[in-house]
């Protein structure tokens, strides 16, 4: 592991993983312009502020899995402090934190000083005529923590921008305790177009409840035990939720009340806001977020909880060929819900890249091809048949299963612009929730606050008998079944080591191995799987 403290080295050790990764390519005899579909080019930024606790490293833990390199920020950023807050005193434990990220698989830690990034040690609001700023939307800085925060969070856009553009990291994750950090980061590279996916990650929590924080080292044990009130008045605002309060007035309350129980807990704000736009919300329609900051002593503590009033999402994942789209489908006709043919989607996008004769490596021209795209999916009454699918008001159903785009699929749903146009678009489709979705990602990136995950596998000689089974079904030629097994097993490699969301089994999934199950017996374990997690809901 690498300690970088200046820009120079940063550069220098950037520069340098790009040429290892050109030779690494050569030895494996993979071209340069193949390397957007290899997940060693990924690189993973965890901004931070040093302190590292548990909820920094279940970050880097996520940065770990889904990239080849990661870089953990350490940058105590002056401009997000007021006047009055305790800059100075934060704590800094740089030799704690080069321990923890060496341990965690970090690959190298940038920790300039403010001069080194030309960041003046004073606040933004005593800097505003010198320092070039990035201001998020007015609406967003100035409700909740920008109530009592003033510049708090133009000084983490101005430097979260800075890291963007000195790192240029693929992915940058943040945790959700941190909530309007996380939506005005999200907004901010919206609206700046940056190419970085924000990857939001659970807030991790003592036994009592009480969110990590670094700040949570002022606390005594016993003041420990009383910041716990927090969780507790959140967990009854989504327990009166569930009991079907959408109101904000009865749902602050729920918080107040319970919050009142621990008398040196000062409140300074319970809200319910669109976890998105972070405006204020008279009632729940489909998402909200009860969020909270309160003082004990002199140590400020925030929390957050997301209210959803959807219906359950079941996201299974898994390798090609362990039958997700026919199981995805039965379990949604067993539960009435609907069934989102996520690879569908893809191959339709396949089918349109060959009919219009563009190069699989052009990706150049499939991005622009898939933005412009429009795809309908429409559910059959016949369990047996497939979900049919139109692109730009072409029935592609059975064209989408040939040979030819099965070959090909893997490489079109590696490219980052394919990935984005239709993430965004099931994203959408999954607002009600009430749907079955499957795909190499789903539960990992697509929908991961999906209630129910499950990892659908099968061993690859399973899998390839029953591909093989499929093709003779539909007509298509012959293909030996050794060739099959070689076919699925290099797919698996690519699907696993891609940069955009390599396939894995996210954490909190169910795997399910069917291998000698027929699929009403796999549809049966996971119906009843599902209705035992909504019994617990």
């Given at each position: 592991m690498r300690l970088l403290t200046t820009v120079a080295a940063l550069r220098c050790y950037l520069t340098k993983r790009c040429s290892e990764n050109k030779l690494i390519a050569a030895s494996e005899n993979l071209l340069v312009d193949e390397m957007t579909d290899w997940h060693q080019t990924a690189l993973g930024l965890v901004p931070t502020m040093g302190s590292l606790h548990q909820g920094h490293l279940s970050l880097i833990q996520r940065a770990r899995q889904e990239n080849s390199t990661v870089i953990v920020s350490i940058f105590v950023n002056p401009l997000q402090f007021a006047p009055n807050e305790d800059y100075q005193s934060y704590p800094r434990t740089l030799e704690q934190d080069q321990q923890l990220c060496e341990q965690a698989g970090v690959d190298a830690i940038f920790a300039p000083t403010p001069g080194e990034i030309a960041v003046p040690q004073k606040s933004i609001q005593e800097q505003e005529s010198t320092v070039t700023q990035v201001i998020p939307p007015s609406a967003m800085i100035t409700n909740l923590c920008g109530h009592s925060r003033l510049g708090h969070f133009q000084g983490v856009a101005t430097i979260i921008t800075k890291l963007f553009n000195l790192v240029q990291p693929d992915r940058a994750y943040f945790g959700q305790k941190d909530s309007q950090q996380l939506a005005i980061i999200k907004r901010l590279v919206a609206d700046l177009n940056l190419p970085v996916e924000i990857v939001a990650c659970p807030t991790v929590r003592e036994a009592s409840g009480l969110a990590l924080s670094s700040r949570n080292q002022y606390l005594t044990a016993t003041a420990k035990e009383q910041a716990a009130v927090l969780y507790r008045g959140l967990q009854r605002a989504e327990a009166a939720f569930q009991a079907g309060d959408r109101d904000r007035s009865k749902l602050i309350a729920v918080v107040q009340q319970e919050v009142a129980m621990v008398s040196t807990v000062l409140v300074e704000y319970i809200e319910l806001v669109e976890p998105t736009t972070l405006m204020s919300l008279e009632k729940v329609e489909e998402e909200g977020m009860v969020a909270i900051a309160a003082r004990l002593g002199s140590t400020r503590l925030i929390d957050n909880t997301i209210l959803r009033d959807r219906q359950p999402i079941i996201a299974i994942d898994g390798p090609a060929g362990a039958g997700k789209s026919t199981v995805a489908r039965q379990v949604a006709a067993n539960l009435n819900l609907v069934y989102l043919d996520s690879g569908a989607m893809y191959r339709a996008v396949t089918w349109l890249v060959l009919q219009m004769n563009i190069a699989i490596d052009d990706e150049c021209a499939i991005a622009e091809l898939t933005s412009q795209c429009k795809i309908e999916l429409s559910p059959t009454q016949d369990?047996?048949?497939?979900?049919?699918v139109w692109?730009?008001?072409?029935?592609?159903?059975?064209?989408?299963?040939?040979?030819?785009?099965?070959?090909?699929?893997?490489?079109?749903?590696?490219?980052?612009?394919?990935?984005?146009?239709?993430?965004?678009?099931?994203?959408?489709?999954?607002?009600?929730?009430?749907?079955?979705?499957?795909?190499?990602?789903?539960?990992?990136?697509?929908?991961?606050?999906?209630?129910?995950?499950?990892?659908?596998?099968?061993?690859?000689?399973?899998?390839?008998?029953?591909?093989?089974?499929?093709?003779?079904?539909?007509?298509?030629?012959?293909?030996?079944?050794?060739?099959?097994?070689?076919?699925?097993?290099?797919?698996?490699?690519?699907?696993?080591?891609?940069?955009v969301s390599p396939l894995q089994k996210a954490a909190d999934a169910i795997e399910v191995q069917t291998d000698g199950l027929n699929v009403f017996e796999v549809t049966a374990q996971i119906v009843n799987y599902y209705q035992q997690r909504l019994s617990q809901w």
């Open positions: 369990l047996q048949s497939t979900v049919r692109i730009n008001g072409t029935d592609v159903t059975q064209a989408i299963r040939t040979i030819e785009v099965t070959s090909k699929v893997s490489a079109i749903a590696a490219q980052s612009a394919v990935r984005q146009a239709l993430v965004k678009q099931q994203q959408s489709w999954g607002k009600k929730g009430g749907l079955v979705a499957e795909g190499r990602d789903i539960g990992t990136h697509v929908f991961p606050d999906a209630e129910v995950k499950i990892f659908l596998t099968a061993s690859v000689s399973e899998r390839a008998r029953r591909r093989q089974q499929d093709f003779n079904k539909q007509g298509q030629p012959e293909v030996s079944l050794e060739q099959m097994e070689r076919d699925i097993a290099e797919r698996d490699w690519k699907d696993s080591t891609r940069k």
